[in-house]
């Protein structure tokens, strides 16, 4: 990495509780292209603050994670079409002080539904209806399933997503099942209050075919360890960070690193 200096590109992200893999992640390719960029994560006191030190200190880019998502979109001066679609963001570019937002966790949520070859005729329970549970809601439905029922205990947040897109809604699991269970909620995810706990009952679990767990961290949360226990085919929240972060990569510097480089990248997050 370069000694830091007047000239350096800053990227950062924004995170109720960041973690090192996206800095990890795309300081390792500025490395590896020998670019003068570095990137930092945050997690911020006042978002509207944050945002406006993206806009005023000339930052180029801005990840963000939960649970902002959905109030940055005031901050920005545009919505690319794919956070307008399913007003979610998770990516902000700067060019000259205009902010313009997107979203790549849809393109990661897609891609991965394919390369892992599920049915569309599969049946879902997607627990969560945030930000990142609008970008997956809209990715089903794009793939072309319709049997998904949306969890969550917000009613008027689990209604208006279910609604959105088709789907039914439940506050609670019950003793419900399905072919693919996803968790995006933060049930597992690392310095949370809930990081050694279930999203999904074992009953679930067992009777799934495929388990995705859209929380990165840790890479094996107790959901995809209770999968992998079980033998299910499981998607984990690591794959998704990878394929969100590239895409961010690529909108921020415009370049596309090889798929070699990318592994890379990925082995040297893995190593933390």
């Not at 393109?107 to 879902?124: C, D, G, M």
């Not at 970008?135 to 009613?155: H, M, P, S, Y």
Request: glycine share 8%.
């Amino acid at each position: 990495m370069p000694i830091l200096n007047k000239d350096m590109t800053l990227c950062i992200s924004l995170s109720a509780r960041p973690s090192n893999n996206g800095t990890r992640f795309h300081n390792y390719l500025y490395d590896q292209l020998g670019l003068n960029w570095i990137y930092k994560a945050f997690a911020p006191t006042d978002l509207a603050q944050a945002i406006a030190g993206v806009r005023g200190l000339g930052i180029r880019g801005c990840a963000v994670s939960m649970p902002y998502k959905e109030d940055v979109i005031a901050l920005v001066d545009a919505m690319d079409p794919s956070a307008k679609a399913i007003d979610s963001v998770n990516t902000i570019v700067n060019d000259g002080g205009r902010l313009t937002a997107y979203n790549t966790d849809y393109t990661a949520i897609e891609q991965l539904l394919e390369r892992n070859a599920v049915p569309a005729e599969s049946s879902v329970l997607l627990k969560g209806a945030g930000g990142m549970a609008k970008a997956t809601a809209a990715a089903l439905r794009d793939a072309g399933f319709k049997d998904v029922t949306i969890i969550a205990r917000n009613e008027t947040a689990g209604r208006a997503l279910a609604g959105l897109y088709g789907f039914q809604w439940s506050a609670e699991l019950g003793g419900a099942t399905a072919d693919l269970v996803i968790n995006v909620t933060p049930v597992g995810m690392a310095g949370g209050p809930e990081a050694g706990s279930l999203s999904f009952p074992v009953e679930a679990v067992e009777a799934a075919k495929v388990v995705f767990d859209v929380v990165a961290l840790p890479a094996e949360t107790p959901l995809i360890k209770a999968a992998r226990a079980a033998g299910k085919q499981v998607i984990t929240g690591a794959e998704v960070a990878t394929i969100q972060a590239l895409e961010q990569f690529v909108l921020y510097t415009g370049i596309r690193p090889t798929d070699e480089q990318v592994r890379d990248a990925e082995a040297f997050v893995r190593a933390q």
